[in-house]
């Protein structure tokens, strides 16, 4: 299957300031926030240790864009407004731009292919795959049309999920990870995931159920099983669930403990560190007065809340 890796490891040799902030977001937004004097600084410290990539455009980059581009021409769809921004088509009107709600970010969003996507993508050399909601990929498929509400260099065609500008049964498959909690209506999603897809596509679907808060740029929906199943059930044959190596729970522990621990003083960081497993057994109720408990702060609250309240009225 045609490709092209725009990521390349970082050396001393060919560091690239810009390269290197694009490749990673966590680097980015410490300078930004100003715990990081810059990528560089990150680089020499920890990044030329741990192989951090950083980003690049090879030559065959733009070409392989139009070629890709130019077979989906006929599957776009022609009673939406839009524009060309070189070779990609912008679908992003300012009413979808409401609907959506898709403000501009400076959040980069990026998950790695898992083995199933990568077979679903090679299965279909001479067909089309949308990734629905791609955020930025480190490589970019000849047959794989990347859709994004974020003007990425891997994005094909800006659009939202509610309204897709395809054509009917445009696509041999159709991947949308850790991408329906962050739209205001994943119900309309999963209709319109359904309507692009041939008769006998497939979808690759996967969202979180016990993650923490997380914005690119809203958080909107986790789903349980069966919530993630009444999205398509009335569209689509839902073949299997399951939870695969990246989503088992353990990756959902780690997270809440290790963001806990960031978002508190120190003091009561090493308290709430020093705590063995066992003492999270007990009543949470005799836990309420603890320090890693009444010093978390509000945002922190928000993002590892076991629910939260809201309060309204009718004007």
Known sequence: MPFLDLA??????????????????????????????????????????????????????????AQKLERLAPHLREDLPHRRLGAKYDYLSDELRALATADPTANVSQNAYDPHVE?????????????????????????????EIVDYDTTDVLGIGEVLPFRDASFDGVISVAVLEHVRDPFACAREIARVLKPGGRLLCAVPFLQPMHGYPHHYFNMTVEGLRALFEDHLTVDQQYVP?????????TWIVQSWAAGLPKEARKRFLSRRLSDFTADPLTLLDESFVKDLPAEKNFELASGTYLFAHKP
């Open 8 to 65: 390349e490891t970082a050396t001393a040799a060919n560091f690239s300031e810009a390269a290197y902030l694009a490749a990673n977001p966590d680097v980015q937004e410490g300078v930004r926030s100003g715990r990081l004097a810059s990528g560089r600084a990150h680089f020499d410290r920890l990044g030329l240790r741990q192989g951090r990539r950083q980003r690049r455009l090879p030559a065959g980059f733009e070409a392989m864009m």
């Open 245 to 253: 190596t990246s989503l088992l729970p353990i990756w959902s522990l």
């Open 119 to 147: 077979e679903l993508i090679a299965a279909h050399p001479d067909g089309l795959i949308l990734d629905c909601g791609a955020g930025q990929r480190d490589r970019y498929y000849s047959n794989v049309v990347n859709l």
